[in-house]
């Protein structure tokens, strides 16, 4: 159960904090599709955040899996992306803990995963998303979607290496 459905990601940690060092507790997540920010729609989001009392602050594990919908680089078409996604982050209680990710626990003892969770989730994004492996892309003639009919336009060989090929092939 999700205490704000408008920020499922928000997570109340103040017994946490008053918990014992080691203590640890586990917050699961399952929801059709969470708004990680204006950039970023993830659909099938589920994970689980483990979130351990330490001296120095509190350890937040998460790990993760979505779906996102991306551009094809080839044939410009929308397709949906799988996503995994895992990290380990300190919220510091105090300046002298605080790590690389200057994390802090806030005072009102709530924690918002979701700025985490879209970083994350982003870094996986591909590189050139392909829609599928074999992608035959956009005809360079009229555009067409070579996934979806061929146009019967074929690449002319203008290419200044055509000469070169010539020789490959005596």
Same mark, same amino acid.
């Given at each position: 159960m999700?205490?704000?459905?408008?920020?499922?990601?928000?997570?109340?940690v103040g017994?946490?904090?008053?918990?014992?060092?080691?203590?640890?507790?586990?917050f699961?997540?399952?929801?059709p599709i969470?708004?990680?920010g204006?950039?970023?729609t993830?659909?099938?989001?589920?994970?689980?955040?483990?979130?351990t009392r330490t001296?120095?602050?509190?350890?937040?594990q998460?790990?993760?899996? $979505?779906?996102?919908?991306?551009?094809?680089?080839?044939?410009?078409?929308?397709?949906?992306?799988?996503?995994?996604?895992?990290f380990?982050?300190?919220?510091?209680?105090d300046?002298?803990s605080v790590?690389?990710?200057?994390?802090?626990?806030?005072?009102?003892?709530?924690?918002?995963?979701?700025?985490?969770?879209?970083?994350f989730a982003?870094?996986?994004?591909?590189?050139k998303?392909l829609?599928k492996?074999?992608c035959? $892309?956009l005809c360079i003639?009229c $555009?067409e979607d070579?996934n979806?009919?061929?146009? $019967?336009?074929?690449?002319?060989?203008d290419s200044?290496?055509a000469?070169l090929?010539?020789?490959?092939d005596?």
């Amino acid at each position: 159960m999700v205490a704000n459905p408008r920020k499922p990601l928000r997570l109340n940690v103040g017994f946490i904090i008053n918990a014992q060092i080691g203590f640890s507790r586990d917050f699961e997540f399952d929801l059709p599709i969470l708004k990680a920010g204006d950039d970023l729609t993830l659909k099938d989001f589920r994970g689980v955040t483990k979130i351990t009392r330490t001296p120095q602050g509190l350890l937040v594990q998460g790990n993760f899996t $979505g779906n996102a919908k991306l551009e094809c680089v080839r044939c410009l078409s929308e397709y949906n992306q799988p996503l995994e996604w895992e990290f380990v982050e300190l919220y510091a209680f105090d300046r002298k803990s605080v790590t690389e990710s200057g994390l802090m626990v806030p005072e009102d003892a709530h924690i918002d995963l979701q700025p985490l969770v879209r970083e994350f989730a982003m870094l996986e994004f591909p590189i050139k998303p392909l829609c599928k492996p074999d992608c035959k $892309g956009l005809c360079i003639v009229c $555009g067409e979607d070579l996934n979806q009919r061929d146009c $019967g336009h074929r690449p002319d060989n203008d290419s200044p290496f055509a000469a070169l090929k010539q020789l490959l092939d005596q």
